[in-house]
Every structure is written in structure tokens, then in C-alpha cells.
């Protein structure tokens, strides 16, 4: 569907409205730089969570101005979190995004609230990534939240992530449930799920997109390899969203998919009330910028 | 230890005494070639097995020239596996090449025969890829063979890629567990295992190699990533070799591996008493090539 990021990022629908994104754990340059820039461009109105002369030492040494910022004091991660939870129930914010405290506090700090801060949606992770050998954004859930998935937590992996897709212009995504094989193997539970959410798909029940599955990773994503293995699925090798068969190979192939060089990567954690920016704090300035965006075209309709 | 395929296939104390190959299932035109390559190159003396008119034909319309080439006729793919076993016992070739039969067919046949053919070892699957990004060589187990392995056979499957690679000159290799996180969860039993297999490699029970686990991707390729997370394990950015949780995972980032530009990929099977040149039926003349390279390096020592 979308080309690439600059394409995506272009609609500009989007972004009519500055949105409120608070920083969890803000003692990080990089995430300063990419929330500096979301700022300057009135995408965002930022809040700054963390250790106050910490942060504002961060900002003055490495020039990053933030005009219109609010900087809330916290000593330890787990106090970052539980004020930033805080703040966002009183105030309702658009989103949050993950600085330097780890994602399993900020869950477990949400689960806390959940009467305030959850649905009856499952939490889920998806990942847009710009790869220069494909010739479009691919999509990958979920890498980050859900450990072992069963089939009905998948279906609910599915319809977060086919939401979102809808929601930023897709129409119909196709749905890939990544596998090594095509076949359905009684000992590969990934098989039985995918073959499982495929029929769930035909029958209406999982609407609204294309499930193809089980599936391997290059019937998936090359159209020249489906067309020589003479594959018969409803996805060859256009796939707009992957969906791995659990978190240990969903990180390494999402891993793998940034080591591509000039690949660009987006990260936000969705079925949450407010969405949350999820990136690695390994990752740089313009992946946590571009995190920042998609974070912002995630939050809940006006 | 190597920095790309050049080096490794520069050493020519490999390449003195020409092998004989068998390749089963030959009607495939990238791997006729492949396999005419090494003839010329003196590395092997093949044996192709497969609809013998249709070889010949294949042969002639591509220029194709074996000048020593011995051709088994065999119809289905059940008749080329069984007549390669039985050709292979009476002969005592030096190894086996995959055409266009199913892995599982020719796993099958082998488990027939497999008083003749196994050995005590557990059968499993290499991969050598020279990826531009990393400045080495890395090997990664097993996509392809053991689907879900437990603790036992995960030691096996290091086993096996630490004496192939300790065989091609490696000292002490250094293998990663790889997982999506560093620390021990007792919901990923992943985790646990990575955990346990270091603790083998720490008593000596595992040795001649270096194990870490459980490691993320990028702190096990990446030696700035590690830096920059402060990792303090004994592998930092600079594993040889990636031991994958499973079938499932393994072949994703195998496959995701050989979709960045310019890679190079060679593959073998360990563990029979002939190794098998293990290859994708989409996969190029050139990593044909070279896992008929790989292949001729795995065979037992003369």
C-alpha cells in the first residue's frame, strides 16, 4: 500500500491536531533529539518523565530545545512509571513513549490501572518497516508483548494490528502467518494456528483482511519466489502485515529486518487506551522520530 | 574466523582428493550447473539421479557439460531416494546433494537404511553465510531439520556445527543461544534452555566451544550494540555461531538472512555418515556452489 515512510508520513490528515506524548524515563539523547523534532514540527506537546536535573542538563549539553515542555521529576523507574500512569488517567494524554525504563515495568504499572487503561482488547505490538529490497512498508506483530500466543490470542494479535492498518488507509491487509513450511504438520503447532486463522478468515469470523497460512518467509515477501515455487495462496509475496508464530521469532526476525542496511523501523504497542511507543534503545534518532509519527496516527479518532 | 567465502574455499587442504557426489532429483537447471561447476574444478565427480531422458535433455539445451557424469534413471521421487541410498551403501560415496526431492523424502529413505547410514549422532542442519554487514562468516542451526529440539537435542545440534566448524579451522567457536532476551524466564523456556546449555559449556560437559545464552540478535552480530547495552557476557557482537530456539525461528532469520543484498548462503546436513548438501529448491547456481563447497569440506576425515 504505502511505498515507504515518507509516503506514509505524508498524509498529512493525520497530524491536523497536536497531540499530548509523554517520555517515560527521558535520560536518553537520542529520544530527546526525536521528540525535539516531533515537537518543533506541532506534532506533538511533550511531557518529560524522569530525573528532572538530569533531563535538563541532557538537553542543554546537546543544544535540543524544547520550548513547550513539562518535566515531571522521578527518581526511580518504578516511581517514572507510576507518576507517568498517573498523569495520564488525570489528564488523558494521546500517547506515551518508552524511554530508558523497560517495557515490563511500564506493563506491569498499567496493569495496576487496568480498570482505566485497558480494553477488552489484548495488548499487542507491531512493527512498520521500510526494507529497501521490498517496494513497500511490510508490517510484524508480535515481536515484544506476547510470549507463547494460542490461536485466539493470535486472532486478537491479527485484529489489532488489521485495525490499525485500516485505520492509516489500508484497505483489506493481507495477512501472512509466517511458518518454515506450507503444509499443515500436526507437530508444528504454528502450522495448525495458521491453517486455524485462515478458516477463521474464510468463514468472516476474522474479517476484513486477506489470512494466508501457514506460510513461509519468502513466499511471503517475493513475489518472484512464489511465482517459480508456483505457489497457489491468496498472498504471493505482497504481503502488507506478518504475523510470527511467537515473540522469540518474531524479535529475531524484526532484529534481523533493522540489520538491513538503510532500513527504517516504527514501533508502537497497541489495545491499550492510549497507544504506546515502543523502540529498542539501542535504535536511533530517526527510528524513534518515525516511531514518534506512527505513534501519533495510532491514537484513538477525535 | 573466516571473513567471507573466498578465504574459507581458499583453503585448498580441503579440495586435494576430487569427491564423489551424488545428487538426487536432477532435474533442476541451477544446480546441474552448480554441480558442473565443481566438476570441472576437480572438487567432485558426480552421480546424477532422476528421469535420465530429462537430465540429458537439461543438460544439452543449457551447455551444460559434465564430461564424468554417471546418471541413475529413477521416475518418482520415492525411486530416486531409494535407489541413491542403496547406490550410496554399495559405493560408499562421499556425499549427497538435494534436487528437487522433498528433505523429508530423502530423511525418509535414510531412516530405512539407518543401521547402515546413521551414526549416534542426532542428524542436523548447517548454514554458513557470508551476510556484507558482518565482517565474518557466521553459521547458524538448525532451520531445518529438528522442529521443536529439547535440551538434550539442542546440545546435540552443537555438537554437530561445533566439530563441522572446529573441522574447517575454527578454535574454540563461539556460540550464541539466541533468544529475545538475556535474562532467564521461566514462561520462555527458551530462556531456560540457553541458560542451561552455558551452564554444560561452563562444567566442561559441552566443551571446545564458547556458549552464551540466552542472547538477543543484536548483541550476539552486533559488537556496537553490545557495547552500547554494557553486555557483560563472553560473546559480544562476535558469535560464529547462532544456535536458533527452534525449526520455526531458525528458518525465518535464515531466510531473512538470505534476503539481504548480496549475501551469500551454504548449507549442509551433519550428523549422517555422509553430510547432504542442503539447499532451497529457489536458491541461486552460486550458494549451490558454494554448499557443494561445504559439502566436499563436511565429509569424513580420509
Do not use: W
Not at 517515560?24 to 525535539?36: F, M, N, P, Q, R
Not at 529497501?132 to 512498508?137: A, D, R
Not at 499443515?184 to 478468515?201: G, I, P, R, W
Not at 509475496?237 to 526476525?253: C, E, H, K, T
Request: aromatic residues 6%; glycine residues 4%; contains cysteine.
Amino acid at each position: 500500500m504505502y511505498k515507504n515512510f515518507d509516503e506514509l508520513f505524508n498524509n498529512k490528515e493525520f497530524f491536523k491536531k497536536t497531540k499530548s506524548m509523554l517520555l517515560i524515563g527521558a535520560c536518553d539523547k537520542t529520544s530527546l533529539e526525536a521528540v525535539a523534532d516531533a515537537t518543533s514540527r506541532g506534532i506533538i506537546e511533550p511531557i518529560l518523565v524522569g530525573k528532572k536535573e538530569k533531563i535538563e542538563e541532557l538537553l542543554k549539553d546537546n543544544d535540543i530545545s524544547i520550548d513547550t515542555y513539562e518535566i515531571i521529576d522521578a527518581k526511580t523507574s518504578n516511581e517514572m512509571c507510576e507518576k507517568s500512569i498517573n498523569y495520564i488517567i488525570e489528564n488523558n494524554c494521546d500517547f506515551l513513549m518508552k524511554g530508558t525504563v523497560n517495557t515490563s515495568e511500564i506493563i506491569k504499572s498499567i496493569l495496576v490501572r487496568k480498570k482505566e487503561l485497558l480494553t477488552n482488547k489484548l495488548i499487542s505490538h507491531i512493527s512498520l518497516l521500510e526494507i529497501p529490497y521490498l517496494n513497500k512498508i511490510i508490517s510484524l506483530s508480535d515481536t515484544s508483548i506476547n510470549i507463547k500466543p494460542n490461536l485466539e490470542e493470535k486472532a486478537e494479535i491479527i485484529k489489532n494490528s488489521r485495525d490499525f492498518l485500516i485505520k492509516i488507509g489500508y484497505i483489506k491487509p493481507k495477512v501472512a502467518i509466517l511458518s518454515s513450511i506450507e503444509t499443515v504438520n500436526e507437530k508444528m503447532q504454528d502450522t495448525v494456528d495458521a491453517h486455524e486463522l485462515k478458516l477463521l478468515n474464510q468463514k468472516n469470523v476474522l474479517d476484513n483482511c486477506i489470512i494466508e497460512g501457514p506460510i513461509s518467509f519468502d513466499l511471503a515477501i517475493d513475489e518472484k519466489a512464489a511465482k517459480n515455487k508456483k505457489y497457489k495462496g491468496r498472498i504471493k509475496g505482497d504481503a502488507d502485515l506478518l504475523i510470527a508464530p511467537d515473540i522469540v521469532s518474531g524479535n529475531l526476525l524484526g532484529k534481523c529486518f533493522n540489520y538491513v542496511p538503510n532500513s527504517k523501523f516504527a514501533g508502537v504497542i497497541l489495545g491499550v487506551k492510549f497507544p504506546i511507543v515502543l523502540t529498542s534503545r539501542a535504535s536511533s534518532k530517526e527510528n524513534k522520530y518515525y516511531s514518534i509519527l506512527v505513534g501519533g496516527m495510532s491514537t484513538k479518532e477525535e
